[in-house]
């Protein structure tokens, strides 16, 4: 069984430098650890698709391992901006970055035409909008029956979907709990999915309707405790809402940044 | 005699007061979200309160900091996904009240949270010259482009000053009005808009045709000038200006315990 991995070995065989990679969690199961192995291994040019880039792509971003983000909202929830990211996209520090901003319902689509095996999203959005005219991926169809003008994207299939989640059964199916996002939908699109777990379990007690991710959807489960910190895990932690704040005032400026990177990334390890 | 309260405590207070108890209510984060929650714990203990991350009738009892604090979960009647969110229940029509905030509001309505443009001679006709020449990069359009035209009306708040307050937002993230107040005209299948703005020195409603935002009601102590100086068009008053009605003790004392829990909640240490 190859299924069940080390979190350096399942970032070692999935991602590779110039992958699309979408490491999702909409605020709740952002897999955090699963981030900073990418940054410990060192990946670049990654192109990295999330719907709120969150802390976990400014550190990344800020470590040099992205050359796109492709986003819907990119704020610290809360507190302010993205320091990091602000600096890339306005200094091109430590790289230039490439952005293509959408709009939440835009992305949600996309990743459900990604699961669903098509090739666009079509939805009533972006009326009025700007994004239409500084996004290229932003078109325009006309439903063939009522000649309504719709909104149609490019579909969300990443090279490799990254998601943390509460538990595994034994066999490696997944059990997600509380506020789901986009998790299905990324592993389901993605051409590889890795998924971090807090704990395997005997009986993933699962009702009849829970959202759960059969072993066969997945490629690599690894068990990472707090694995989502500062996010969270549904029945496990809270959001460490204090640490958001902080990450203010650590990302600001680059010395304080790189001076986190090296204590609680590069010295932390696995 | 009412106690002391603030302007931001008078705009959150007016703001709860515009949604009534039979609303179904899709709040963003931030003055929204106090507001949206302070109503519901005042005269209003029915409305039924969606978050974007997918919590349906949700009731919690401190504010959330991101949009998908474990709060709104757990006090929530249901939690969809975000696919399932936008696609069935707003895009489906479920929506009365889109309630937002913004960094820039425009006479016509029209929300900027993208980008403030370097220079106001930069922006152009469709935002993609404020955009390539920003000064201030902002978070951008979140759930709120398709909140604003999926749901039957639109409710914003926000801080009264001439750089939110401004003739032409830089970018429309999130249409209003549009660009000439008709951006909605003959397109049956979109809601109102904007139907009311609440400041923190007046309320404002778009005016019959033109669709400009005109002040309709100035908070309590407030002067025309203070809101002509704080606009950054010629902002015109109703020809019958009225006076908001003042904060109740209750709603003042409801609004602080809830800001004190908040508060009280966020600062704490992780403690799992």
Redesign the interface.
Known sequence: MTLFTTLSKAIEDGVKDGDIVALEGFTHLIPFAAGHEIIRQGRRNLTLVRMTPDLIYDQLVGAGCVSKLVFSWGGNPGVGSLHRVRDAIEHGYPAPLEIEEHSHAAMANAYEAGASGLPMAVFRGYVGSDLQHVNPNIKTVTCPFTGEALAAVPSIKPDVGIVHAQKADRAGNVLIEGILGVQKEVVLSSRYSIVTVEEIVDDLEASPNSCVLPAWTINAIATVPFGAKPSYTHGYYPRDNSYYKRWDSISREREPFLKWLDEEVFQAGE | MTEQYTSDEMMTITAARALNNNSTCFVG??LPSAAANLARLTHAPDITLIY????IETKPQVL???????E???SALT?????E???YW??GGHIDVGFLGTAQVDRYG?INT?VIAASHKDSGP???HS??N?KV??????????IS??AKEVIITVRHSKRTFVKNVD?????GF?RDGQ??KG?S??GKGPTLVISDLCILKPEDETNELIVVSLHPGVTKQQVIDASGWDIRFADTLQTTDEPTSSEIEVLRELKRVTEA????????
């Open positions: 984060i931030g974007e991350s997918g919590t959330p900091l991101s949009i998908g604090d474990g709104l979960c757990e939690t969809v996904s975000v696919p969110m936008f696609r707003l895009q029209n993208t469709d935002g993609a955009y390539a920003p990069r902002l978070p951008g359009g979140g759930g709120a482009p398709e035209t999926n970018f429309i993230t999130t249409l549009g951006g909605r397109k299948t979109l909640a966020h600062s704490q240490t992780e403690t799992a």
